[in-house]
């Protein structure tokens, strides 16, 4: 609450009209995204019809689909199933993975920015956050265009003798942990790069008089007071990898599917199994809302 | 002080890992952009600069499909982008100056759902309550989804430049006799007008550039830019779409860094 709204002093011009400057924005929310999410989950314990519709009958055939296998016609004794657990598995594994490539490459470029003088440091933020406002659909695509096995960098190296066959990217899990990196990099930098800029200097030039080396510097007095930036990067950079639709969809195969693609065939592609998209949904907004609420208490405890 | 030993700002490395970080991000864009100019059908070799798929984008077989997504595009980020930035407008007015009240936590929570809930998710949702309720899917259920998604966009710098704004300039107005709607009209609006504006490009340009909500929600036959891409690309990159895609980059870079620059000068107005 405090991020918003909180200037020095509490004005209060509006505050008798508040309710119905807020009325249109709580009703389009409420009717459009909140009850979406509410029917979503009533769905996902809907029964499946056979052409992609559903049947009105409670069921949890859809969540039992994810976790066990009942043979063809379901009358098998139940084994665990492993497709769908293996697909939250690795796509978990991808988010983790772009996440951790995106805090190396991010964290120096958000400090050596965050160090800058006041004018070039608004250049730097503007290279940085250009990208992230670009179509991700064009950034994922131009991704793959470069990456192709005759694509424009196989191409550079194999003219400069450096490889003799091009090294295969496309429908690989590096290409899908690339494409996720390369998607989220600018919403690792801006954060850490708020917490820097906030950051008192003479902390670390205290710990330079008291003879601690640069390094040890950053590791005992700045990496501790950034945290909270680093953890919003994070989490800013991991919740939307692990949802992510078109980079494993654009850069990767069969073998690289996650739980966006999984999401999206169920409703688009020739799954066609609504209440299953729709418990897969719940699954992975379960799993965020998780994050975020374990992110919202270490937040609170920081403050206190 | 010391260049060296002693600049304690100073991390070895940390210059080039910035610009390889600008590296990775631009590399790719560049290089599109670059084979856009390729006077060749071969997209792997180089055949000289040419405009020609400029050309085929506006004259060729395709011309005409493009242009209907891309007027279907512009009328669905107008509408949602100047709905959205209206109702943000009213939503920041009233959190930044109604005073403190319960339900200002919720609110605010209220107005961050959509950039929270990953978009996947919101899509599948708005599928389903879309076809349950049994609104055709098509122009207006993409409308809807758009403002809903594009709300907290518009949102943030409305609210950030209303904070910058003091108070005492709408106070006045109500000293001399202005009603309420009055004081907004005259004095508040036009020192918030940059913000709103700043606002509404970026509710336009996400609207503009949205693809995984659209896909869900649009119904059969209905295109806008990107999905009209991603259909294309499915089938391999064309150079027609490289120069498509480039068009739609420099596009959005125009209004973003227009959205910037009304951002600071308002900044720069409110001081004063």
């Known amino acids: 609450m405090a991020a918003i709204g909180s200037g020095k002093t509490v004005s209060s011009t509006y505050a008798p009209v508040r309710g119905w400057l807020l009325l249109p924005t709580w009703l389009t929310i409420g009717i459009f995204m909140l009850m979406p999410l509410g029917v979503m989950l009533v769905y996902s314990f809907l029964t499946k019809e056979f052409r992609g519709g559903v049947l009105w009958e409670f069921s949890f055939a859809a969540y039992d689909q994810f976790i066990f296998d009942r043979g063809l016609f379901g009358d098998e004794a139940p084994s665990i199933e492993w497709t769908y657990i293996t697909i939250f598995f690795r796509s978990l594994v991808h988010a983790l993975i772009a996440t951790f490539f995106c805090l190396l490459i991010?964290?120096?470029?958000?400090?050596?920015?965050?160090?800058?003088?006041?004018?070039?440091?608004?250049?730097w933020v503007y290279l940085i956050t250009i990208p992230y406002w670009v179509n991700l659909l064009i950034r994922t695509v131009s991704m793959k265009f470069l990456i192709r096995d005759n694509g424009p960098i196989n191409q550079a190296l194999l003219n400069m003798g450096v490889i003799d066959a091009p090294i295969h990217l496309i429908n690989t899990n590096v290409a899908v942990q690339l494409g996720l990196f390369y998607s989220y990099l600018p919403f690792m930098v801006l954060p850490i790069y708020a917490a820097v800029e906030r950051y008192n200097i003479s902390l670390s030039e205290a710990g330079a008089d008291l003879y601690a080396g640069r390094w040890t510097i950053l590791r005992t007095i700045l990496l501790p007071v950034v945290k909270p930036g680093i953890i919003a990067g994070c989490i800013l950079v991991f919740v939307p990898s692990l949802g992510a639709f078109l980079a494993p969809d654009l850069l990767g195969g069969a073998k690289t599917f996650m739980i966006g693609s999984l999401i999206e065939e169920q409703f688009k592609g020739t799954a066609s199994n609504w209440p299953f998209g729709a418990a897969a949904s719940m699954i992975l907004l379960s799993i965020i809302l998780a994050v975020l609420m374990l992110y919202a208490r270490s937040q609170a405890r920081g403050q206190v | 002080m010391g260049k060296s030993r002693y600049n304690i700002r100073h991390y070895p490395g940390?210059?080039?890992?910035?610009?390889?970080?600008?590296?990775?991000?631009?590399?790719?864009?560049?290089?599109?952009?670059?084979?856009?100019?390729?006077?060749?059908?071969?997209?792997?070799?180089?055949?000289?600069?040419?405009l020609r798929w400029y050309h085929d984008l506006f004259t060729g077989v395709e011309s005409a499909k493009f242009k209907r997504a891309a007027v279907n595009s512009l009328f669905i980020a107008l509408t949602a982008g100047v709905i959205s930035t209206a109702l943000a407008t009213a939503a920041a007015i009233a959190m930044v100056r109604g005073g403190s009240f319960r339900g200002k936590t919720l609110s605010f929570g209220m107005i961050s759902i959509p950039i929270l809930v990953p978009e996947i998710v919101t899509a599948v949702a708005m599928l389903i309550f879309f076809t349950s309720i049994g609104l055709k899917l098509g122009y207006l259920s993409i409308v809807i989804a758009h403002i809903v998604f594009c709300i907290p966009f518009a949102y943030l710098p409305i609210s950030a430049r209303l904070q910058g704004i003091e108070s005492a300039f709408e106070e006045a107005a109500q000293d001399l006799y202005a009603g309420r709607w009055q004081a907004f009209r005259y004095v508040l609006m036009p020192i918030l007008m940059p913000g709103i504006l700043s606002g509404f490009l970026l509710a336009f340009i996400i609207s503009l550039d949205d693809f995984i909500i659209t896909n869900f929600v649009k119904?059969?036959?209905?295109?806008?830019?990107?999905?009209?891409?991603?259909?294309?690309?499915?089938?391999?990159?064309?150079?027609?779409?490289?120069?498509?895609?480039?068009?739609?980059?420099?596009?959005?870079v125009f209004i973003v860094t227009l959205s910037y620059r009304l951002g600071r000068t308002n900044a720069k107005n409110s001081t004063h």
């Open chain 2, 219 to 252: 119904g059969a036959g209905m295109e806008t830019l990107p999905t009209a891409i991603f259909g294309a690309v499915k089938q391999g990159i064309k150079p027609n779409i490289m120069a498509l895609s480039t068009l739609l980059l420099l596009f959005s």
């Open chain 2, 14 to 50: 940390f210059l080039w890992i910035t610009v390889l970080c600008l590296v990775l991000l631009y590399a790719p864009l560049i290089v599109v952009m670059a084979y856009s100019f390729n006077d060749s059908l071969s997209i792997t070799q180089w055949g000289g600069f040419s």
């Open chain 1, 106 to 123: 991010g964290f120096p470029t958000a400090y050596y920015i965050a160090t800058r003088p006041t004018g070039s440091r608004y250049l």
